[in-house]
C-alpha cells in the first residue's frame, strides 16, 4: 500500500539552530513529493516540492529538503530556524503521472523556543 | 477570487442531519479535490473534479457522502445522515489542471470547515 510516514509527532528545536523534519515513503514508480505546513485556522500552504532533477529543492521561507531515492525519504530542513517557523508540517507524495491525488503524512509539530 | 474559498467555517449539526458544505475555487483552477483531515492526521483524500465530472470519488468513505461541481466552478459536498464520525475539517484544494507532468501541479487549499455532529 502507498503511505507517508512522519516519524515524529514533535520536534523541538531552539531559535537559531538547524532543524529536520522527517520523511519516508512507500510509493512504486516515480513520486512527486510535497511539503505542506499548516498554521492554525489556516489552510495548508506550499512549501516545496520534488519531481526530477536536483535532488535538493529549495521553497519558501528558506526551507529545504533533500530527496534520497535509495531511502525512500524526503526530509525537510532549514538552517537557522525562526520562533516564526512553529507550525504543523505535512508531507505527501503523489503517485506521479496523473493527477494529485495527494498521500499525507500524519504530520510533525514543529516548536521552535526563543 | 485570490483565493480557495469555503463555507461555512464551522458547522455543528446532530447525528441523522443532511449537511452541505461549499467550495468556491480559484478562478481559472479546473481540477478542483475534497480532502478531510480528522483531529491528529494528516489530510485523506475523497474525491476529485477535472472540470464538472468527478474523475476519481474513491475516496469517498460510504454512500452517504456526495459532491457535486455543476459548473464547473464551486463545488459542494453533500452528506446525508450524519454520524458522529463524520466530524472532521473538511478540506477544499484546486489547482491550474492535472494529469502528467502537471500531476505535480501545486495544490491551494482554503481553510476548512469544521463540521461536529453531536
Known amino acids: 500500500a502507498q503511505s507517508v510516514a512522519q516519524p515524529e509527532d514533535q520536534v523541538n528545536v531552539a531559535e537559531g539552530n538547524p532543524l529536520t523534519v522527517k520523511c519516508t515513503y512507500s510509493?512504486?514508480?516515480?513520486?512527486?513529493l510535497f511539503w505542506y505546513v499548516q498554521y492554525p485556522n489556516r489552510g495548508l500552504q506550499f512549501l516545496l516540492k520534488?519531481?526530477?532533477?536536483?535532488?535538493l529543492v529549495k521553497g519558501s521561507y528558506g526551507f529545504e529538503a533533500e530527496f534520497n531515492k535509495s531511502q525512500t525519504s524526503f526530509h525537510l530542513k532549514k538552517p537557522s530556524a525562526l520562533v516564526s517557523d512553529s507550525a504543523l508540517y505535512f508531507c505527501a507524495v503523489s503517485p506521479g503521472g496523473g493527477y494529485n491525488k495527494l498521500i499525507f503524512g500524519a504530520g510533525t509539530r514543529l516548536a521552535v523556543h526563543p | 477570487g485570490a483565493g480557495v474559498s469555503q463555507t461555512p467555517s464551522n458547522k455543528v449539526t446532530e447525528k441523522g442531519k443532511y449537511v452541505e458544505l461549499r467550495c468556491d475555487p480559484i478562478?481559472?483552477?479546473?481540477?478542483l479535490y475534497w480532502y478531510r483531515q480528522s483531529l491528529g492526521q494528516g489530510p485523506e483524500f475523497l474525491i476529485y473534479?477535472?472540470?464538472?465530472?468527478?474523475?476519481?470519488d474513491s475516496g469517498l468513505p460510504n454512500d452517504r457522502f456526495f459532491a457535486v461541481r455543476p459548473e464547473g466552478s464551486v463545488s459542494t459536498l453533500k452528506i446525508q445522515r450524519t454520524e458522529r464520525g463524520d466530524s472532521a475539517v473538511y478540506l477544499c484544494?484546486?489547482?491550474?489542471?492535472?494529469?502528467?507532468?502537471?500531476?505535480?501541479?501545486?495544490?491551494?487549499f482554503g481553510a476548512g470547515s469544521r463540521l461536529t455532529v453531536l
Open positions: 484544494a484546486s489547482s491550474l489542471t492535472s494529469g502528467g507532468i502537471s500531476g505535480a501541479n501545486v495544490l491551494t
Open positions: 478562478s481559472g483552477h479546473t481540477a
Open positions: 473534479f477535472q472540470g464538472t465530472g468527478a474523475a476519481d
Open positions: 510509493v512504486s514508480g516515480n513520486p512527486y
Open positions: 520534488y519531481i526530477t532533477g536536483d535532488n
